[in-house]
């Protein structure tokens, strides 16, 4: 008998319902734990997919706006693979791999066959197959491949999975750890690779329980505007539900990025400067808010130390992601500039093709 028929049949049955036996105390803690699950997969899925948006953005802005010393030879590297566009891996194909391939699909407007997706089950095989993602079952394969692989397997399973595909990452790959219960330096030392970006995440508030309740379905709901306010990073009305760390992580993986392509750290600057505050955003709500300056990223003496033509240096995110850099004390410093970055994650989310790009410069 099929599993939705079994499922049929128990409708009306209260007594064979799976909470019968609860009491009401463990009714309420279940539904607390579903709803913190769900929260903590949305928020994951949205800020991979603002994440991955924005690496596509600044890849846009080096191959079509930029001309610096040598422009051609980071346009080269972008160009080399894939046709320049982002290669994303998954890596665990459990509720949370599938979630963020559907949201990476819908709302990071990221093309089928730039996903690959690391399975051993054939009962993901035939539920994806229809999107047209691709496929393998080799892991070393897929991190060495890939520009952001998403960690997305159960914590029992990173201690194989790390064994497998540690020393076959590229040094720019970005790792985006969704494992919970793992902190980034652990993941360092099991990978032997320390490009970590790992989102914390913490869902307070009877609002999610509400959200829950509107729509349990993760593609949909981020199609709220109400559940992408609840995930903005700097939020003034709600407690964050990830610490804005991430938002520092992002940034400085934008300029490990940068650092790779050879683009003078000036020039790293003004690219993240035009993204993030251009005239797409409507900034008359934000006229007087601080710009991005080179000592926003690294403390003075760094900053007198480079020349012209001379990248950022190569930042640590597992690193990053633990200790004050001059970027914490930059946010502390300028409240405007939180409000503004809310928008802008708001704004990307919320439209269907990307703001933070005017167009398709990558191939398909």
Same mark, same amino acid.
């Given at each position: 008998?099929?599993?939705?028929?079994?499922?049929?049949?128990?409708?009306?049955?209260?007594?064979?319902?799976?909470?019968?036996?609860?009491?009401?105390?463990?009714?309420?803690?279940?539904?607390?734990?579903?709803?913190?699950?769900?929260?903590?997969? $949305?928020?994951?899925?949205?800020?991979?997919?603002?994440?991955? %948006?924005?690496?596509?953005?600044?890849? #846009?802005?080096?191959?079509? &706006?930029?001309c610096?010393?040598?422009?051609?030879?980071?346009?080269?590297?972008?160009?080399?693979?894939?046709?320049?566009?982002?290669?994303?891996?998954?890596?665990?194909?459990?509720?949370?791999?599938?979630?963020?391939?559907?949201?990476?699909?819908?709302?990071?407007?990221?093309?089928?066959?730039?996903?690959?997706?690391?399975?051993?089950?054939?009962?993901?095989?035939?539920?994806?197959?229809?999107?047209?993602?691709?496929?393998?079952?080799?892991?070393?394969?897929?991190?060495?491949?890939?520009?952001?692989?998403?960690?997305?397997?159960? !914590?029992?399973?990173?201690?194989? $999975?790390?064994?497998?595909? %540690?020393?076959?990452?590229?040094?720019?790959?970005?790792?985006?750890?969704?494992?919970?219960?793992?902190?980034?330096?652990?993941?360092?030392?099991?990978?032997?690779?320390? &490009?970590?970006?790992?989102?914390?995440?913490?869902?307070?508030? $009877?609002?999610?329980?509400?959200?829950?309740?509107? +729509?349990?379905?993760?593609?949909?709901?981020?199609?709220?505007?109400?559940?992408?306010?609840?995930?903005?990073?700097?939020?003034?009305?709600?407690?964050n #539900?990830?610490?804005?760390?991430?938002?520092?992580?992002?940034?400085?993986?934008?300029?490990?990025l940068?650092?790779?392509?050879?683009? !003078?750290?000036? +020039?790293?600057?003004?690219?993240? &400067?035009?993204l993030?505050?251009?005239?797409?955003?409507?900034?008359?709500?934000?006229?007087?808010?601080?710009?991005?300056?080179?000592?926003?990223?690294?403390?003075?003496?760094?900053?007198? +130390?480079?020349?012209r033509?001379s990248?950022?240096?190569?930042?640590?995110?597992?690193?990053?992601?633990?200790?004050?850099?001059?970027?914490?004390?930059?946010?502390?410093?300028?409240? %405007?500039?939180?409000?503004?970055?809310?928008?802008?994650?708001?704004?990307?989310?919320?439209?269907?093709? &990307?703001?933070?790009?005017?167009?398709? #410069?990558c191939?398909?």
């Open positions: 008998m099929a599993g939705s028929q079994y499922l049929d049949l128990m409708r009306g049955l209260p007594s064979l319902d799976f909470e019968a036996s609860l009491s009401q105390e463990e009714k309420i803690f279940c539904k607390k734990a579903r709803v913190r699950a769900w929260a903590r997969i $949305i928020c994951g899925c949205a800020h991979a997919a603002f994440f991955c %948006r924005l690496l596509t953005a600044v890849r #846009c802005k080096v191959l079509d &706006n930029s610096f010393p040598h422009s051609w030879l980071a346009k080269f590297k972008i160009l080399r693979s894939n046709s320049g566009c982002l290669r994303i891996g998954v890596l665990g194909s459990g509720h949370m791999g599938k979630q963020l391939v559907q949201v990476l699909l819908q709302h990071a407007k990221v093309a089928p066959k730039h996903i690959t997706i690391s399975s051993r089950r054939l009962d993901t095989y035939d539920e994806l197959m229809y999107l047209g993602l691709q496929f393998t079952d080799d892991n070393q394969k897929l991190a060495a491949s890939v520009d952001v692989l998403f960690l997305c397997c159960q !914590p029992f399973q990173l201690t194989l $999975i790390s064994s497998q595909i %540690r020393g076959h990452l590229a040094k720019t790959c970005v790792v985006y750890s969704l494992v919970t219960a793992v902190p980034s330096r652990r993941l360092q030392n099991l990978l032997g690779h320390s &490009n970590i970006l790992k989102p914390q995440y913490n869902v307070p508030g $009877i609002a999610w329980t509400k959200l829950w309740e509107r +729509s349990k379905n993760i593609v949909d709901g981020l199609l709220g505007q109400d559940v992408i306010e609840h995930s903005c990073p700097f939020k003034q009305s709600y407690q #539900c990830v610490k804005p760390k991430w938002f520092e992580e992002i940034l400085y993986s934008v300029l490990n940068c650092h790779f392509l050879q683009v !003078p750290h000036l +020039s790293s600057v003004e690219i993240i &400067n035009d993030l505050f251009g005239a797409t955003y409507g900034l008359e709500a934000f006229d007087y808010t601080e710009r991005f300056v080179c000592e926003s990223f690294v403390n003075e003496s760094c900053a007198d +130390s480079l020349s033509a990248p950022f240096p190569w930042f640590e995110l597992s690193t990053v992601s633990l200790q004050d850099t001059p970027l914490t004390k930059f946010f502390i410093m300028h409240p %405007r500039l939180r409000q503004h970055l809310s928008f802008v994650y708001r704004m990307t989310m919320l439209r269907t093709q &990307n703001p933070l790009d005017d167009g398709e #410069c191939g398909d």
